[in-house]
């Protein structure tokens, strides 16, 4: 394994979307990101269901009118991404991020 990237991080570099590639091309980090969803109760289950096809969205939970979700990407724009597009649908109230983890990309291979 090589040795992992200790680059300074710049709070500036993280909202303008400079880490999102190094030189190799390939993202130096992972984000991962969960929200809870408010829908319809009547909704729910079919957002869930649509949620679930969206590119790096994991449904993990479906409760009344809660839904969990587990948002994956290089960047910070690929979780707003999906997040943004989930807020406006209908049926839902509100979308709420709740958590952020942003890893090394040397820490993927660990997870998988």
Same mark, same amino acid.
């Given at each position: 394994?090589?040795?992992?990237?200790?680059?300074?991080?710049?709070?500036?570099?993280?909202?303008?979307?400079?880490?999102?590639?190094?030189?190799?091309?390939?993202?130096?980090?992972?984000?991962?990101?969960?929200?809870?969803?408010?829908?319809?109760?009547?909704?729910?289950?079919?957002?869930?269901?649509?949620?679930?096809?969206?590119?790096?969205?994991?449904?993990?939970?479906?409760?009344?009118?809660?839904?969990?979700? /587990?948002?994956?990407?290089?960047?910070?724009?690929?979780?707003?991404?999906?997040?943004?597009?989930?807020? /406006?649908?209908?049926?839902?109230?509100?979308?709420?991020? /709740?958590?952020?983890?942003?890893?090394?990309?040397?820490?993927?291979?660990a997870l998988s």
């Amino acid at each position: 394994m090589r040795e992992p990237d200790r680059t300074p991080i710049q709070r500036r570099d993280i909202l303008t979307g400079k880490l999102k590639q190094d030189s190799g091309g390939e993202s130096r980090f992972l984000h991962i990101s969960s929200a809870i969803v408010t829908a319809r109760p009547d909704r729910a289950a079919d957002l869930a269901r649509h949620f679930a096809t969206l590119p790096g969205t994991e449904v993990h939970a479906v409760q009344g009118a809660k839904i969990v979700l /587990v948002l994956e990407g290089a960047s910070v724009g690929e979780i707003r991404q999906p997040h943004g597009a989930i807020s /406006v649908m209908e049926g839902v109230f509100s979308a709420n991020l /709740v958590f952020e983890q942003i890893l090394p990309a040397d820490e993927r291979e660990a997870l998988s």
